[in-house]
């Protein structure tokens, strides 16, 4: 299964104009691991025709900014939780738009989030297939596919 760049733009946008009604822009920006506030992944397991992993990686900066967005209240008042909640859901829309773009049957995960990169915690035996970057509200974030291994009991 081969996903494009553009495809997973195109998702990533629709999703951040319509959910979050922030602007979404393509970035060469690489994420910086050392960042001093910090990074939330989340990720999706997918089984069936396809096997794989799709993760998202933002800032926990840009977390605050979709959490208090996405639950219409003020910054100040976003929640560890809420962060973990909204990075999830987030995921979890990314993901079910790009099952629609695999043929034949397959089943998604629910989502779990994690501190830090993504590309830090993909198991030996993957592929990476694509690692789109972006900037939304000035933070650069990602999405990866990793084609491959999923864990057990996933």
């Known amino acids: 299964m081969v996903f494009s760049s553009d495809e997973i733009f195109k998702l990533v946008q629709y ?8 602007d979404v822009t393509s970035s060469d920006a ?11 992944t989340g990720y999706v397991h997918v089984t069936g025709e396809w096997v794989g992993t799709m993760a998202l990686s933002c800032p926990k900066g840009l977390a605050r900014l979709a959490a208090s967005t996405l639950l219409g209240i003020d910054r100040q008042e976003v929640s560890d939780d809420d962060m973990l909640d909204t990075v999830g859901e987030l995921t979890n829309m990314v993901a079910g738009n790009l099952k629609g773009l695999i043929e034949g049957s397959c089943q998604i995960s629910v989502p779990e989030v994690t501190q830090g990169l993504g590309r830090q915690l993909f198991p ?5 297939l694509e690692r789109v970057t972006f900037e939304s509200g000035g933070q650069p974030f990602e ?12």
């Open 143 to 154: 999405v990866m596919l990793v084609e491959g291994v999923v864990a057990a009991g996933k």
């Open 30 to 40: 690489a994420l910086q691991p050392d960042s001093a506030d910090g990074f939330l």
């Open 15 to 22: 999703i951040w104009d319509t959910v979050l009604e922030i």
């Open 124 to 128: 030996p035996g993957s592929l990476l």
